[in-house]
């Protein structure tokens, strides 16, 4: 599937353990997700939902964060789409530079568009967020993709 037919919902009450469960089950921090329940989203193909992400806004900077598909549906293009869609999401808000850190998968943001960068280049709004500042290792991968 090249380019698939994905929606995307912002996360609410009832899909917020799915957003945890789905980052947990994947390695990724969720430890902050409800106290930030405002900047995930669930993505849903053919109405099942195949995978979460999400992007913190700050001014002109965004964290993407929390990019997670369902194993069964891995290979079939949603990741990108997801983070495409996201992409997409933060420059209609004004963002324009995301930075995430990766721990598995610095290739998959490579092919995205995304370059490797020292943490101190981010700005201090991203370097103050609980992922930057708490929740990821230091051994986390910095990258950054202007939009």
């Given at each position: 599937?090249?380019?698939?037919?994905?929606?995307?919902?912002?996360?609410?009450?009832?899909?917020?353990?799915?957003?945890?469960?789905?980052?947990?089950?994947?390695?990724?921090?969720?430890?902050?997700?409800?106290?930030?329940?405002?900047?995930?989203?669930?993505?849903?193909?053919?109405?099942?939902?195949?995978?979460?992400?999400?992007?913190?806004v700050h001014g002109s900077a965004g964290l993407l964060r929390s990019?997670?598909?369902?194993?069964?549906?891995?290979?079939?293009?949603?990741?990108?789409?997801?983070?495409?869609?996201?992409?997409?999401?933060?420059?209609?808000?004004?963002?324009?530079?995301?930075?995430?850190?990766?721990?598995?998968?610095?290739?998959?943001?490579?092919?995205?568009?995304?370059?490797?960068?020292?943490?101190?280049?981010?700005?201090?709004?991203?370097?103050?967020?609980?992922?930057?500042?708490?929740?990821?290792?230091?051994?986390?991968?910095?990258?950054?993709?202007?939009?």
């Amino acid at each position: 599937m090249d380019d698939p037919v994905l929606t995307l919902e912002p996360a609410d009450d009832d899909t917020l353990p799915y957003v945890e469960a789905l980052l947990e089950e994947n390695g990724l921090p969720s430890a902050d997700v409800r106290s930030k329940p405002g900047c995930f989203h669930v993505a849903f193909a053919a109405g099942e939902r195949v995978g979460v992400g999400g992007v913190e806004v700050h001014g002109s900077a965004g964290l993407l964060r929390s990019l997670a598909v369902e194993r069964s549906v891995r290979g079939r293009g949603f990741g990108t789409a997801i983070c495409e869609r996201l992409e997409a999401a933060a420059r209609a808000d004004g963002v324009g530079t995301l930075y995430l850190l990766t721990t598995t998968a610095p290739g998959f943001f490579a092919d995205r568009g995304y370059a490797e960068i020292e943490r101190s280049e981010a700005p201090d709004a991203i370097r103050g967020t609980t992922e930057f500042a708490d929740l990821c290792p230091e051994t986390a991968v910095p990258m950054r993709k202007r939009l």
